[in-house]
């Protein structure tokens, strides 16, 4: 059974175009995040909630909504996609917040054209 | 805030060869350390984490490191390298308090194994 799982694995869209990621987690974790990995493999956290509740948003553009209509779940929307929101974005799930493990999805790659 | 720093963005050991990466933490208070593995096209998954127990931690696949306090460090290394050990590795520290705590990566490193 796959941990935490993310669809679509793949997005081309282009700029200007309303986009959303799915992130589910098996796992019965409290909190999810959501990353942010550039071209050149840089990692940022973007947002992390737990029971439902926002708890970090890193100064992230108010373009992108993050939702989590439960534990188990947290959707990352994107309005007016920009080119330099081409990126993977990952989300993780953890049983409580840092420091405990945690556990990454297999990400979703954006390309905005 | 706390971060750490990956010295070497690419190293390349021959296999059977020590591997050992490199990271530095720069941290107010006892930091918890964590390494994660990147394999091509995939997701995260962690390799090991200091969380102020033993400073010689062992993680899986083989690696362990060790959080030195004097040095700032918790460099990563494995005795013998494998071929399956290439990938990005990437050095966190969390930091926060409890209920806000995130992980801040560094940049990483790139393994390549040559045979």
């Known amino acids: 059974d796959t941990a935490v799982s993310q669809t679509p694995k793949y997005l081309v869209t282009q700029m200007g175009n309303d986009k959303s990621i799915k992130c589910e987690q098996n796992l019965g974790h409290d909190t999810m995040y959501w990353y942010k990995q550039d071209s050149k493999k840089f990692l940022k956290i973007m947002f992390s909630y737990n029971n439902k509740e926002l708890i970090i948003n890193e100064t992230v553009p108010n373009r992108f909504s993050p939702k989590s209509p439960d534990k188990a779940h947290l959707n990352l929307h994107i309005n007016s996609l920009e080119l330099g929101d081409s990126a993977v974005y990952f989300c993780?799930?953890?049983?409580?917040?840092?420091?405990?493990?945690?556990?990454f999805g297999p990400g979703t790659r954006l390309t905005v054209t | 805030a706390q971060s750490v720093t990956q010295l070497g963005s690419h190293v390349s050991v021959s296999e059977g060869a020590l591997v050992l990466l490199r990271c530095n933490y720069s941290?107010?208070?006892?930091?918890?350390l964590f390494w994660y593995v990147q394999y091509p096209n995939q997701g995260l998954q962690l390799l090991l984490k200091y969380t102020s127990a033993a400073t010689l931690v062992k993680g899986i696949n083989g690696f362990e490191a060790e959080f030195k306090k004097s040095e700032t460090s918790f460099h990563l290394t494995k005795p013998s390298a494998h071929m399956s050990d290439a990938a990005e590795y990437f050095c966190a520290v969390s930091e926060g308090n409890f209920g806000n705590e995130k992980l801040t990566f560094g940049t990483g490193t790139r393994l390549t194994i040559i045979p």
């Open positions: 993780a799930s953890s049983q409580r917040p840092a420091p405990y493990e945690q556990y």
């Open positions: 941290s107010s208070v006892p930091p918890y």
